[in-house]
């Protein structure tokens, strides 16, 4: 499981010209899943993303979580995520999850957010969306959870 996580002082999802999903202040979340990946896994990453320390504290320094300071949560699925890129000129998307797999883990993935954080918003799987953002910092990670 991969996630993205980019401090964000606003972000939306659109589709059809249509705004699904959106959040102020808070964490924008790309979320890529694999083969391999379960369902079981998916309360740790959001612990994770809850808690993990990349808001400023009263010194300046990266030290608080989202659960600290409150604000939006806003997750995206992005399969290309776990594209392998090692070789050639063409990503391979064989390392990511089969889209029934990912649909299904995405959507477990929601109902863990909205039962951890009310304040949360998404993206929709296999939809062509249109993601706007403006990066506070700015601040991006690399978050994996096997």
């Known amino acids: 499981m991969i996630g993205l996580i980019q401090r964000v002082s606003t972000a939306r999802v659109d589709i059809d010209g249509a705004t699904v999903g959106s959040i102020d202040s808070g964490l924008l979340v790309l979320a890529g899943f694999q083969h391999g990946d379960r369902a079981g896994r998916i309360p740790r990453f959001v612990e994770r993303l809850l808690n993990y320390r990349v ?3 009263e010194a300046g320094r990266m030290n608080k979580s989202l659960r600290e300071v409150g604000g939006g ?17 063409r990503p391979s998307f064989t390392p990511a999850a089969p889209p029934e797999a990912g649909r299904e883990l995405f959507e477990a993935l929601i109902m863990q957010v909205e039962k951890d954080w009310p304040d949360s918003a998404f993206g929709q799987f296999g939809a062509d969306m249109q993601v706007s953002l403006t990066n506070d910092g700015p601040v991006t990670f690399w978050l994996e959870v096997d």
């Open 55 to 57: 808001f400023a504290d």
């Open 73 to 89: 949560l806003l997750v995206v699925p992005q399969f290309t995520l776990a594209a392998d890129t090692n070789s050639g000129n």
